[in-house]
């Protein structure tokens, strides 16, 4: 099998996967944000911009793979730490996703089912789409960002007589500096892109901003998804909610008829789905990057098989999720800012070596 795919069905990918953690962290697991999502958002945007455009650069100034600057950069060790530690983090990561499909494949049945069925039986479908590649998750996820404009439009009009507008106010929200700490660890889900990179083939022609497009996409529909979501359903102030309530919430859409219900069910399974098979597939390509002679096949199946145990124990709940949120951005995206500069001042002293 193959961890490689073609750029434009990578970047099909890396949006979704932005997409969803973005949506999934501030909508489901910090919904006290209220309408201070935006700020989150924004400082998310701001924060994570630079980043984008040096891994951009970085991507379209050598003719190699990812990984191998990474390696040349970092040394072999400190690569491989690092791809051991965003391992972890991306298994678990899989893990979270699965609990909530869990979530919102009990609400499709309108009962409770067990978890071991719902949540194995997830992790056995992805583990088997990521057996046939990349590519295919990628193309599934193009398919996916066709679709999903025309189903937002369709609920936005749908539901636009309905619409409170006045409970967008107050803008800031109420509590400024929670938004701007959220805003600090939504960094860590945008810095997902860098992975994507590990997997991208040399352009080898003209920067096509390729991260940047991620980055930018995602935050749009995370801030439409959350304006359609803010003006359809009322805040509850200082409300503890699990993240059972909350996703039945965002799946009900406040005010809409059943009829639409259906709509915004269908756009976060798949979402999830591909996110959490994106998950896994990073996974494994890390794991292939850490222990070369480990078969690509077997690289999936040890990640599913801790993806599974991390579920079932419980350890991917919400709470461990949001006290691990803050930490992202230091795993994922510190490394990938330090191979940035050490490949720039690699070149630049080649440059002057060479007069």
């Known amino acids: 099998m193959s961890f490689i795919a073609e750029r434009k069905s990578l970047i099909a990918l890396g949006m979704v996967a932005v997409t ?53 950069a970092l040394g072999t060790v400190t690569s491989r730490v690092w791809y051991i530690a965003a391992f972890a983090l991306m298994v678990w990561d899989a893990a979270c996703d699965g609990r909530m499909l869990n979530c919102i494949s009990s609400y499709f049945a309108l009962s409770a089912r067990s978890l071991v069925v719902l949540f194995g039986l997830t992790v056995v479908v992805v583990a088997v789409g990521c057996l046939r590649g990349m590519q295919t998750i990628s193309d599934v996820a193009q398919v996916w960002l066709r679709f999903v404009p025309l189903l937002l439009l369709m609920i936005i ?88 309530m909350a996703i039945e919430r965002l799946l009900a859409n406040g005010r809409a008829p059943m009829t639409l219900q259906l709509f915004t069910m269908i756009i976060s399974y798949s979402n999830l789905l591909l996110t959490c098979s994106f998950d896994l597939l990073m996974s494994a390509h890390l794991l292939k990057l850490t222990l070369p002679p480990l078969p690509g096949w077997a690289c999936v199946a040890v990640s599913g098989a801790i993806c599974l145990t991390l579920g079932l124990m419980g350890w991917a709940e919400q709470y461990a999720a949001l006290f691990l949120n803050t930490y992202r951005y230091f795993v994922l995206a510190l490394p990938a800012i330090v191979l940035c500069c050490a490949a720039l001042i690699k070149q630049k002293r080649r440059r002057m070596a060479h007069g």
């Open 157 to 244: 009009i749908a539901l636009f007589s309905r619409a409170q507008f006045g409970w967008l106010f107050p803008l800031l929200g109420g509590e400024l500096p929670n938004s701007l700490m959220t805003g600090f660890s939504l960094v860590g889900h945008c810095a997902l892109i860098s992975l994507c990179c590990l997997s991208a083939n040399p352009p080898g022609e003209k920067n096509d901003f390729m991260t940047t497009k991620i980055l930018v996409f995602s935050i749009l529909l995370c801030a439409l998804v959350a304006l359609l979501a803010r003006v359809m359903s009322p805040h509850l102030v200082n409300v503890e909610t699990t993240r059972v």
């Open 20 to 72: 969803s953690r973005l949506i999934y962290s501030a909508l489901v697991d910090m919904p006290q944000l209220g309408n201070g999502i935006w700020i989150a958002l924004g400082v998310a945007l701001i924060l994570c911009l630079p980043l984008s455009l040096l891994l951009d650069w970085l991507g379209h100034s050598f003719n190699a793979p990812a990984h191998q600057v990474l390696e040349q």
